[in-house]
């Protein structure tokens, strides 16, 4: 798995940064619906650091097509890393509500939960993420 120049893992590996003129470039993918080329366009842009760009493509994607635990998740992830706390949190809570086995949203929303002083929470979330984990290497 390769860092870009940031030393930020990129979100998707469909994406490689060409550093010679700073443009996302997409591989082949194998689906084309408009709400898949927009979550596609949002991992590019959030693997640029185009943060605000990549929050504005889920969003475009979740209105475009039926609630999708992909497109929540990664607009969570955006949500966090822009400090929006409050959004990312009922972004993850949508994440788990479609996809009840999201370990990495469990995860997510249990540190968020811990940041925000609310251990009960955190650890009923720490508890679950690792349930899921386990249930998965089974």
């Known amino acids: 798995m390769w860092m870009m120049s940031s030393g930020v893992l990129p979100l998707s590996a469909r994406f490689i940064l060409d550093d010679r003129d700073a443009t996302v470039v997409a591989l082949p993918t194998t689906s084309s619906t408009p709400s898949t080329d927009l979550l596609t366009r949002a991992r590019a842009l959030a693997d640029a650091g185009r943060l605000p760009e990549a929050a504005q493509a889920c969003e475009e994607a979740l209105r475009t097509q039926s609630a999708s635990a992909e497109g929540y998740y990664l607009l969570a992830l955006v949500q966090d890393a822009l400090g929006e706390t409050e959004q990312a949190a009922k972004s993850y809570r949508k994440v788990l509500f479609l996809e009840p086995g999201h370990a990495e949203a469990a995860a997510h929303l249990s540190l968020l939960a811990g940041r ?16 899921i984990e386990r249930r998965r290497q089974s």
């Open 116 to 131: 925000q002083g609310d251990v009960a929470e955190a650890k009923r979330l720490q508890v679950r993420s690792r349930r």
